[in-house]
């Protein structure tokens, strides 16, 4: 399991690298979100993932279950996405004001001036 969790990890951090280095916002916007789910998945196992069927509640003298990766996730995931919608409505802003979705901001109408 913990070989599944380390690929998975993996493979997503490496796809949201490679998204995030494209040249449109698109695909940064979704290399950034990758990167997070990511970073949500290695939190999450950081609790441990040989505890199942434990409970949550401390008291029963049984081992438990730490509480503490599942409230970073659970905080993580609604921070990644009002930072997701923010980015999405900061792109959309971008497009409409520079008439291009490119990372480094260059007008449509300025290529076609320099004769490219």
Known sequence: MEALYATTTGLLAACGVYLTLR???FPVVVGLTLLSYAVNLFLFSMGGLAMHGTPAVVGSGSPTADPLP?????????????MTAFVVIL??????????????????DDSKEDGK
Do not use: E
């Not at 802003?93 to 007008?107: E, K, M, P, Y």
């Open 70 to 82: 599942q409230a970073l996730v659970l905080t993580a995931i609604v921070i990644g996405f009002a």
């Open 23 to 25: 040249g449109r916002t």
């Open 91 to 108: 792109a959309m802003r971008a497009r409409g004001d520079l008439g291009s979705d490119h990372v480094n901001g260059n007008r449509l």
